[in-house]
Every structure is written in structure tokens, then in C-alpha cells.
Nanobody, 122 residues
Framework: QVQLVESGGRLVQAGGSLRLSCVAS????????MAWFRQAPGKEREFVTG????????CYQVPLKGRFTISRDNAINTVYLQMNSLTPEDTATYYC???????????????WGKGTLVTVGL
């Protein structure tokens, strides 16, 4: 019964910041890659950022690097997404995902959360 539960999504104004959390259970968190994806209405789900458990490296969608930061706390099975300088284009449902592979694509993820909605106003 693997579960990934996101939280933290809400309405924020442009230029604001937000931190999303994802708490995982039912898996060995410390040996799973953790990732964040997002999907806006009418658009495909896209990779935001991921944390590789083995290399301890992080990957980012290039346009987001510098504004978004992923971090993880293996002691409490939690991965975070810090989002700064938000714009309306960041409005989307943000999903937490996990896998033990090497690809940062939606179909390579083993587990998904249900998402948390982030709405960025003007």
C-alpha cells in the first residue's frame, strides 16, 4: 500500500513562494528517486524536478532551475518542492512521484500521489 500524499498547494500571488510537501509510506523511501511533476489544464504532465537517491543529485527542468528546489528528508520520508518567484504559468496540479529507475518521465514513475493544486494569481 504505497502512498504518496502531497500537501501545500494553495492560491498565491505572482512573485510569491510556496513549499509543497510529499509524505511517502509503504516504500523504502531512501532508495527511491523522488520527483515532482506538474500538469496544467489542457497540457501534458511535465517533469519539474527529481532527487536521485543513489547519487544524491538533483535534476531540474532547465527553465525552472533557480526558482524551484527539491529537497528530501529520508528520516521522515518526505520530499519538498520549494517554489519561488511564482508566475501564473506555474499554475498547475503538482504531483509527487517515485521510482527506482533512471528516467524522469511520467511513464517511468512507479508511484504517484494524487496531486495538490497550486494557483498563482496576478
Amino acid at each position: 500500500q504505497v502512498q504518496l500524499v502531497e500537501s501545500g498547494g494553495r492560491l498565491v500571488q505572482a512573485g510569491g513562494s510556496l513549499r509543497l510537501s510529499c509524505v511517502a509510506s509503504g516504500l523504502t523511501f531512501s532508495t527511491n528517486n523522488m520527483a515532482w511533476f506538474r500538469q496544467a489544464p489542457g497540457k501534458e504532465r511535465e517533469f519539474v524536478t527529481g532527487s536521485q537517491w543513489k547519487s544524491n543529485n538533483s535534476c531540474y527542468q532547465v527553465p525552472l532551475k533557480g526558482r524551484f528546489t527539491i529537497s528530501r528528508d529520508n528520516a521522515i520520508n518526505t520530499v519538498y518542492l520549494q517554489m519561488n518567484s511564482l508566475t501564473p504559468e506555474d499554475t498547475a496540479t503538482y504531483y509527487c512521484a517515485a521510482n527506482r529507475g533512471v528516467l524522469w518521465t511520467s511513464n517511468a514513475m512507479d508511484y504517484w500521489g494524487k496531486g495538490t493544486l497550486v494557483t498563482v494569481g496576478l
